[in-house]
């Protein structure tokens, strides 16, 4: 199972929203990061077959999705950033229209559908309207129809915009479960949800991957830009319009505690600390938000003999007698 991205590119007029792209997904979930604009919703549209890109193309085990036609988005399954709903549906109708349109038994349908519900916590409203649901309700009811089919590809867009924690960490236990043999996508700005249960982590900028590895090998790339500081409030203030400041704590004594994302010290005696995700994330796109620059060439972290370890894949409702062949 591979989905090869060759030579991608989609421009809208002279801008190239995704420019020549180009990578192999295989059998794992994959964390694609990005600021607004870097062209993450626009490169999974054309993974879904929603949007045609300007050229180079996207094949499936070999063939190409545009000529699969029905038999790749059979084997697909996508929540986008906004779904479409039919508000007067209940749960349960909409789960069964889309499971419908999938071409599912309607027989195996009923049971796929009770138990989706009965995993993203809807059991209990599976009567109700959707129009009643709150945000969280309806993104959960996204996440549900989005696996209806057990799909070979999955792809998610922002997939815990709106959920609580606790309904965060359902979602990543789901997602964990789901993925041994499957090509999970995920796109969210909630930094932790990928650093969790992703294999590899593809950071995008600019249209381009300028990223990519397992977590642990992404983050050491920051290694020694990360450090930790005390400071009077005045120096604070400097700091917070001059460097790329990840957290600040205001002491009793009125001074502040503050980690900063910058190449060198930032201020004499600041101490260097162990970096996270977040902290990569930030220091990518630092210049984005008008503090300082960072030029990231692309590199494979992989090709540093990263482990690429797999979650162990689990029985239930994504494996088990609804799982078809592949």
């Known amino acids: 199972m591979e989905l090869s991205l060759e030579n991608l590119t989609k421009r809208f007029g002279e801008k190239a929203a995704v420019d020549d792209v180009s990578a192999k997904l295989g059998a794992g979930v994959y964390g694609l990061l990005g600021a607004n604009g870097a062209g993450k919703t626009t490169l999974m549209r054309m993974i879904c077959d929603v949007l045609k890109p300007s050229s180079g193309r996207i094949a499936y085990d070999g063939a190409d999705i545009a000529r699969m036609g029905d038999e790749y988005r059979s084997l697909l399954g996508y929540l986008p950033q906004d779904f479409g709903y039919y508000p007067d549906f209940t749960a349960m109708d909409f789960m069964l229209y889309m499971a419908a349109l999938k071409g599912l038994d309607r027989h195996a349908a009923k ?74 996508l995920l796109s969210t700005h909630i930094v932790s949800d990928v650093e969790y249960i992703a294999n590899d982590i593809l950071v995008m900028k600019g249209g381009r991957f300028v990223l990519r ?25 400097v700091l917070a319009a001059t460097q790329c400041v990840s957290n600040v704590h205001y002491a009793a004594d009125g001074s502040a505690v503050m980690r ?42 992989s090709d540093k003999g990263a482990s690429q370890g797999r979650h162990a894949r689990k029985d239930g409702l994504f494996g088990g007698r609804f799982g078809g062949k592949r």
């Open 111 to 184: 049971l796929r559908c009770a138990d989706l519900l009965e995993e993203v916590g809807l059991a209990g409203h599976a009567k109700a309207k959707v129009r009643t649901f709150s945000g969280g309700m309806k993104q959960r009811l996204g996440i549900a129809q989005a696996v209806i089919n057990d799909p070979a590809v999955l792809v998610l867009d922002e997939p815990t915009a709106g959920l609580d924690p606790k309904e965060r960490v359902r979602f990543r236990n789901l997602i964990s479960g789901f993925s041994q043999d499957k090509i999970v």
């Open 213 to 237: 590895g397992a977590p642990d090998v992404v983050v050491a790339s920051v290694a020694g830009k990360v450090w930790e500081c005390r400071v009077s409030s005045r120096e604070a203030d």
């Open 260 to 301: 900063v994302v910058a190449d060198e010290t930032p201020v004499s005696g600041a101490l260097c600390v162990e970096p996270t995700l977040e902290d990569l994330y930030l220091h990518t796109f630092k210049d984005d938000a008008g503090v300082g620059s960072c030029d990231t060439a692309f590199e494979d972290a």
